[in-house]
């Protein structure tokens, strides 16, 4: 193959080594945040680049790639800076390899899509679509090959880089697998091992490594030590060992001539991962992730042979603030025995060499996926509230993030409100205590509450910003004044504990809804009847159904509460305290209803949009959604009441989902857009209609721009 990079110019030769320049491929000049990059029609920005990222170093130590939902990211690690992005088409990229002479790299997608990239210029030189979801990759030293290991079946394939056709298939003598499979080759391509689960009722996640030879496809041997799922493989350079090591907190090396252990390292305490690599020397050293239930999650590198720790650092300050730490464990790169690069509380991602020992950080945005979003009175600001990361604020001017509450007192456990005065507020829960505080404020907690259980209902804020609501584990509703400070109620609702059910889970509140107007609570348990209570008696209302259960939420003006009943959605006149059905069933929505701010219509659907007209509890009219999309989860009136949006979840053979809006008066369909390669999570309008935010499980919110749309501005 000739040398494309010498054709064109991009190879960079520093003494005797050779270095690949990627083209800097979909970049906005001006823009070194990525946040204009490579995005869809009709949007104006990206914030955020991605979940659940994958990476990889360059063979040559320049570059590290970042494979997340959105694309594949290139980082200089000179500058620590995004170069480059691409595979934004479907993006969700999962395993990524570079080939080890540095011109390709491997991507792999949950649409089970495998490509061979071209660095220089981010072309494709070879694509196969796989049978199962590819969670192993690896580029064979002569750079001709790439092994694949699966999700779901205990074989390994390999592929003809150039040409993407299959060698014979390298089967097991088992037919069980693991979802995390490590594939590796050995360094003359003689050998190739992976693994799957081993066979045995004593320890029934333990995994054992298959080897096979590659010129007859023919297992020749299978290792079995650990008794827990193995994360690495790897061979030593120079072919006669290989090291294995994962979550039991072992490595073993094993003799490539006898197949029997060599050596095992273990007694590394409480251990999430280990991961072992070889330098070029033949030195063996690991990355060690660990943790306890009460101390800091830290990781480690150290020599295996003599015991010296090379580096230390805290990822986070005590792991009982997030919910586990499996979410991150897979984000670890460790390669050559002197390239670290890690994920670092779900918003930065620290780099370690061996040359250059003090930590490295850089902002990969958050890391995690969005779950809802709001924008300030004035739109210079959007309120976004993520799986890990908490409240996150984004400038809209300068596209850059700040978290909304400044010190690690709050915890990430966070909700965000917006009262009818424009405030932004965000309740944070760490351990069993519960705060309010006012976004970008002083940092002055306003509230600080105690007691509140894991399971209990999310806090809750009035919309009038004067009360603050959350459950305790026994049902007690603590009602606190906001502008006080000081607790306001304690209204009790009753559970329901069954003392002679052994695998009785228990009673909680799941749910707490204010009234718009801040004068009523409802409040829902998991087994017993929804509660009703009047905020300014501090009693419960006892004309509320004894059989309400499902509980969707008030009208706008207040007179209404609906709710799910076993037929029809009902709704509830409070002051008349009658009983309602509408025409809608269950089946023909989701669980997002979203109410117009003038409080006429009831918005809900699945494979079509139906508004409800609640003052004459009638159908007003139903949006017909296009051939073969349906279950339109989040759902957004604007500010005005005008317009309406809504966002659709993944379904198969969909490579972008859609956004559709609406103009509520007439029913008029006037736009659509793609962009999100999975689930929309969240819609939010800005106040002067001219953005719309749709916010996505793959770890970004894209802005739009509505001014093409919405002629009356």
């Not at 360059?58 to 500058?79: E, F, I, N």
């Not at 998991?526 to 509980?551: H, K």
């Not at 959604?625 to 809504?646: E, I, K, R, V």
Request: hydrophobic share 35%; charged share 20%; aromatic share 12%.
């Amino acid at each position: 193959m000739p040398n494309r990079a010498s054709d064109i110019g991009l190879v960079e030769r520093s003494g005797t080594r050779q270095y690949i320049k990627p083209a800097q491929s979909n970049v906005v000049p001006n823009d070194p945040t990525g946040n204009t990059w490579a995005l869809p029609e009709g949007a104006i920005s990206r914030l955020g680049r991605g979940s659940v990222p994958n990476m990889a170093f360059s063979p040559d130590r320049q570059y590290l790639a970042v494979g997340t939902w959105v694309g594949l990211w290139m980082y200089d690690l000179q500058t620590l800076s995004p170069i480059m992005l691409f595979e934004t088409e479907r993006g969700m990229v999962g395993c990524v390899a570079f080939s080890p002479n540095g011109k390709w790299i491997a991507v792999s997608n949950s649409d089970q899509i495998l490509k061979v990239l071209d660095i220089q210029n981010g072309t494709c030189l070879t694509q196969v679509k796989t049978s199962d979801y590819v969670t192993g990759l690896t580029f064979s030293p002569n750079n001709r090959y790439l092994a694949v290991a699966y999700a779901s079946s205990s074989t390994a394939e390999i592929y003809n880089i150039e040409t993407g056709e299959p060698l014979p298939k390298f089967a097991t003598n088992t037919e069980k697998a693991n979802y995390f499979r490590p594939i590796s080759f050995s360094p003359d391509t003689r050998l190739i091992v992976s693994t799957c689960e081993t066979d045995t009722s004593q320890t029934p996640t333990a995994e054992g490594i298959v080897v096979w030879d590659v010129e007859s496809a023919q297992q020749i041997a299978f290792l079995a030590a650990h008794t827990s799922w193995i994360s690495t493989l790897c061979f030593s350079p120079c072919g006669k060992f290989i090291a294995s090591g994962g979550e039991d907190g072992a490595v073993y090396v094993w003799d490539v001539n006898t197949w029997q252990q060599a050596k095992v390292y273990a007694d590394y305490g409480d251990v999430y991962r280990i991961i072992p690599s070889y330098s070029p020397e033949g030195i063996l050293r690991a990355a060690i992730v660990a943790y306890d239930e009460t101390g800091p999650a830290t990781i480690t590198v150290s020599d295996l042979e003599s015991g010296e720790q090379l580096y230390k650092e805290q990822i986070w300050g005590n792991t009982v603030e997030f919910s586990t730490v499996h979410d991150w464990g897979n984000t670890v790169e460790f390669s050559n025995g002197s390239q670290l690069a890690y994920e670092c509380r779900h918003e930065f991602i620290n780099v370690w060499t061996l040359e250059t020992p003090h930590t490295r950080q850089f902002v990969h945005s958050p890391i995690s996926f969005p779950k809802s979003a709001i924008f300030s009175q004035d739109r210079n600001t959007l309120a976004v509230k993520y799986h890990h990361e908490g409240v996150v604020l984004w400038d809209i001017a300068s596209q850059r993030s700040r978290p909304a509450i400044q010190g690690a007192s709050a915890g990430k456990n966070q909700f965000v409100y917006k009262s009818v005065d424009d405030k932004l507020y965000i309740a944070s829960i760490k351990a069993d205590n519960v705060t309010l505080w006012e976004a970008d404020g002083d940092g002055i907690p306003l509230i600080e509450g105690m007691d509140r259980k894991y399971w209990s209902a999310l806090p809750a804020l009035a919309p009038t910003g004067n009360l603050f609501a959350y459950a305790t584990e026994d049902g007690t509703l603590k009602v606190w004044d906001v502008q006080r400070g000081a607790q306001l109620y304690e209204l009790t609702h009753p559970l329901d504990h069954d003392d002679d059910d052994e695998e009785d889970d228990g009673d909680e509140v799941r749910e707490l809804k204010f009234s718009p107007d801040g004068r009523l609570l409802a409040s829902e348990s998991r087994f017993t009847s929804a509660r009703l209570w009047n905020l300014q008696t501090g009693e419960e209302v006892d004309t509320f159904p004894s059989d309400i259960r499902g509980i969707i939420g008030f009208s706008p003006c207040s007179r209404y509460l609906f709710s799910f009943g076993e037929e029809y959605i009902q709704l509830w006149d409070i002051a008349s305290a009658e009983m309602c059905q509408t025409s809608i069933t269950p089946e023909q929505v989701t669980d997002e209803f979203a109410f117009s701010p003038c409080g006429q219509y009831l918005a809900a659907g699945r494979n079509e949009i139906i508004l409800w007209d609640i003052m004459r509890c009638e159908l007003h009219r139903r949006l017909p959604l296009p051939p073969g999309c349906s279950d339109m989860f989040p759902l957004t009136f604007s500010q005005c009441g005008s317009y309406l949006a809504a966002g659709a979840w993944w379904k198969e053979g969909v490579e972008k989902v859609p956004i559709y809006l609406w103009e509520v008066a007439n029913g008029e369909h006037i736009a659509t857009f793609r962009g999100h390669p999975t689930d929309v999570q969240a819609l939010a309008f800005s106040p002067d209609n001219k953005l719309l935010a749709s916010v996505s499980y793959d770890g970004s919110i894209l802005l739009w721009d509505l001014t093409p749309h919405i002629n009356h501005l």
